[in-house]
């Protein structure tokens, strides 16, 4: 089987008496990623069709940090980052 990209474990959060089950993602080391966890990602990403928005900010984050120390690998999904050039000066 093949190892995931991000390890996963369940946790349950009662919400106003409501059991809830969360998802929690550890981070990856992004020097292990590979270009077909990249497409994955991206895939998921560019369907938006997360079952809630902490998850999609998850994958989100994780491409970003994929963009920051491995770029060769997201440049074809920057359109996923919508990253923009700041000027704080």
Request: charged share 30%; aromatic share 10%; glycine share 4%.
């Amino acid at each position: 089987m093949r190892d995931r990209l991000f390890d996963v474990t369940d946790a349950e959060l009662t919400a106003g008496g409501a059991m809830t089950t969360l998802q929690h993602f550890s981070t990856p080391d992004v020097s292990k990623v590979t270009e077909e966890d990249v497409a994955e990602l991206a895939v998921r990403l560019d369907k938006d069709d997360y079952a809630d928005p902490f998850a999609g900010l998850n994958d989100w984050h994780l491409l970003r940090a994929i963009a920051f120390h491995r770029p060769e690998m997201v440049e074809p999904y920057l359109y996923l980052l919508d990253l923009e050039a700041y000027d704080e000066s």
